[in-house]
């Protein structure tokens, strides 16, 4: 079975700062992605970054990288420069490579408020 | 282009009732997937539906079941509220049953009372 670990249950950042949460996961597997989703008081969830864990090299989108070390099962959220709309629930969730199914694994979450 | 859409927002219901969900997938996804999300918790994930079956769950009771129509939109059902079923339940959609890109709507608050 697969287990999502986020130990930062609440975080917060100056505005303009960076800030980096934490996630880790167990799985015997050898091919899979890893997502960091963002869920704002709207509730829909948004993709936030992904990662291929047969690429080496971390994901990055604009302020959004990522830190995965596979060896270790960690993954980490750097959102640099922050920002006001960045306050949001961040979840870290896990999927299998596997044909036919798509079905995430989620972490507890982080709740991040980025004060002004 | 329309993103994935969920109705209704909120309900409320009665234990012991039944409740049907609903989804509308984004435009060209013919997968569906439901997840329900507790108070503080992370989404879970119940079930996938592809081609109108379902394809995979997750560790829920029969209680829970669903629907996928032609025009690939879904229902999700519940039998038998039980207080513990209060939760936000979340539809995503995919391209296809292994995509990676997965789209979520806002979702449909239940709560049993």
């Known amino acids: 079975a697969q287990t999502v670990t986020q130990s930062q249950p609440e975080m917060s950042v100056q505005e303009a700062e960076t800030v980096t949460l934490s996630c880790t996961y167990d799985?015997?597997?050898?091919?899979?992605?890893l997502f960091w989703y963002k869920q704002p008081p709207s509730r829909q969830m948004i993709l936030v970054i992904r990662q291929e864990a047969y690429k080496q090299q971390n994901a990055t989108e604009n302020r959004f990288s990522v830190n995965f070390q596979k060896a270790a099962k960690s993954f980490s959220l750097k959102i640099s420069d922050s920002q006001l709309g960045d306050t949001a629930m961040y979840f870290c969730?896990?999927?299998?490579?596997?044909?036919?199914?798509?079905?995430?694994?989620f972490g507890t979450g982080t709740r991040l408020t980025v004060i002004p | 282009d329309a993103g994935v859409t969920q109705s209704p927002t909120h309900l409320i219901k009665t234990r012991g009732q039944q409740v049907t969900l609903r989804c509308s997938p984004k435009s060209g996804h013919d997968t569906v997937s439901w997840y329900q999300q507790a108070l503080g918790q992370g989404p879970q994930f119940i079930f996938q539906?592809?081609?109108?079956?379902?394809?995979q769950r997750g560790n829920f009771p029969d209680r829970f079941s669903g629907h996928q129509f032609p025009n690939y939109s879904s229902e999700l059902n519940v039998n038998a509220l039980l207080l513990g079923d209060s939760a936000l339940y979340l539809c995503?959609?995919?391209?296809?049953?292994?995509?990676?890109?997965?789209?979520f709507g806002e979702g449909s608050w239940l709560t049993v009372v």
């Open positions: 539906y592809y081609e109108e079956e379902e394809r």
């Open positions: 799985t015997s597997e050898n091919n899979y992605y």
């Open positions: 995503a959609s995919s391209l296809t049953p292994s995509g990676n890109t997965i789209y």
């Open positions: 969730a896990f999927m299998k490579l596997l044909a036919g199914a798509n079905n995430l694994f």
